[in-house]
């Protein structure tokens, strides 16, 4: 008998009209360029609701990909995740359209103190009433760091030690400022709040000072939704400590399934339980009512690809420069203080493929690093189905190459698929996004570092 684990959906996109499929933009049916239209996102975000989706995971990048040919002329001539606007202005409009669709939001913790961006989240999910997460990311881009005051980039073990306190002040503004009972609403006796439970978090770190109180009362969830993505070894043993979902991305089961099996592993050592985290794969589903519809679909698709565009985008993943090299080089690992994740993807997560430059360029560029699944709904579920026995993670994080059409055809013809067999939920549970994924409640538990963090005495 095959397995009976549910398989869950979050959609991937980010704030811009070319995400992870450069050049499909131009394609005839494909309305990203509506991005800036705040009707475009609460008519996704409707959609999703009405597919029983997770979330929209939201992708966000501060700097331009000007690693290819040393310059951002590429990237802005296929616009490659430029122009981009910022994802977390959209949330409440969606918010306000759904009831229960979660929103996963990136923001790079490099570049901004985490005093206003306590406030900033906390301010989200009460206005979604506990509906948010946050994708933790350091950044990988040195024109980030170069437009924020520095001459380069942090080094990539260096990013994820700032982490390490920027999570213990967000932790202690948001979990141990505010008692639950502070704000008092006593109108007869005229206090808001009670200042005796209301308390000063005193930090004083290596890279931080934040002596006061969190601006905010407590939130749904006090803490959002904790995602995170990186897959290096670092990345992992963050991870580990503090993600609550991982965001995984590979083109084979295999690289995948090693991926999956080293996080599981992690998170127990960190003393957590393996299902303490939910692990989504990136994919990209086509839906036809024909095997030989889907395949003429996707050589439709592949022809809008934009090859120039996807290097530009796998340079700037990788901080290496790909015009200089052969096309049909092998692709080699280097460790460097970019993104390791993508390179790892394609060379040393899975030894039994090995992908020359033309071949993972012409790969990321229809559905970014992960697969594509194409066929009928009966043939996508099986896939699905697949892939998510063969490696052990939870669900799929839904890129697309056309928008909303991809998206919608997932959820008008693979969700009911899904449902029919048993391997996807018919209602959502209330409550928070925290409890819509664990059903252990609204807030951390106890025993993560976030409610367990302790102030400093007076």
Excluded at 51 to 79: K, N, T, W
Excluded at 130 to 145: E, P
Excluded at 175 to 188: C, F, L, M, P, T
Aim: net charge negative.
């Amino acid at each position: 008998m095959g397995s009976t684990r549910p398989i869950r959906f979050n959609a991937f996109t980010m704030n811009a009209a070319s995400h992870q499929s450069p050049g499909l933009w131009r394609h005839p049916r494909d309305r990203s360029t509506r991005y800036t239209d705040l009707e475009h996102w609460t008519e996704l975000a409707r959609l999703l609701e009405r597919g029983l989706f997770d979330s929209l995971f939201i992708a966000d990048v501060m700097g331009v990909y000007d690693v290819y040919q040393g310059s951002p002329e590429e990237a802005l001539r296929g616009g490659v995740q430029v122009p981009t606007n910022d994802p977390l202005l959209i949330v409440p409009a969606m918010a306000a359209a759904t009831r229960h669709l979660g929103f996963g939001i990136t923001f790079s913790l490099t570049y901004e103190h985490p005093y206003p961006f306590a406030r900033r989240m906390s301010t989200l999910d009460h206005l979604s009433k506990g509906r948010v997460g946050w994708n933790i990311v350091t950044g990988y881009l040195d024109s980030a760091a170069r437009n924020l005051g520095l001459a380069r980039q942090l080094g990539h073990d260096a990013r994820y030690e700032l982490a390490e306190e920027y999570l213990q002040v967000l932790y202690k503004l948001w979990e141990k400022s505010w008692d639950d009972d502070a704000v008092r609403h006593d109108r007869a006796g005229g206090r808001y709040s009670d200042p005796a439970r209301v308390h000063p978090i005193r930090h004083a770190g290596e890279h931080f000072q934040v002596p006061g109180i969190h601006l905010c009362e407590p939130s749904p969830q006090r803490t959002p939704v904790l995602f995170q993505a990186g897959a290096s070894a670092t990345g992992q043993a963050f991870a580990a400590r503090h993600a609550e979902c991982v965001f995984v991305s590979a083109p084979s089961q295999v690289a995948l399934g090693r991926y999956v099996a080293s996080i599981r592993q992690a998170v127990v050592d960190a003393g957590r339980r393996p299902d303490d985290v939910l692990i989504y794969a990136q994919a990209l589903v086509i839906v036809a009512d024909s095997a030989e519809a889907a395949e003429a679909r996707l050589e439709e698709y592949r022809s809008y690809v934009d090859t120039d565009a996807a290097l530009a985008l796998l340079s700037g993943w990788t901080g290496i420069d790909f015009s200089t090299y052969d096309p049909d080089a092998p692709l080699e690992y280097l460790e460097n203080d970019a993104g390791r994740t993508a390179l790892a993807a394609f060379t040393t997560a899975d030894p039994s493929r090995r992908w020359t430059v033309r071949e993972a360029a012409q790969f990321v560029g229809l559905g970014g690093r992960g697969p594509v699944l194409s066929g009928t709904p009966e043939s996508v579920a099986d896939q699905l189905e697949d892939w998510l026995d063969a490696t052990g993670i939870d669900g799929f994080n839904l890129t697309y190459g056309v928008a909303p059409d991809d998206l919608q055809a997932v959820v008008e013809r693979v969700v009911p698929e899904l449902q029919r067999r048993g391997r996807y939920r018919t209602a959502y549970a209330d409550g928070t996004l925290r409890h819509k994924l664990f059903g252990r409640g609204d807030r951390l538990p106890p025993e993560h570092p976030g409610p367990s963090i302790k102030l400093d005495p007076a």
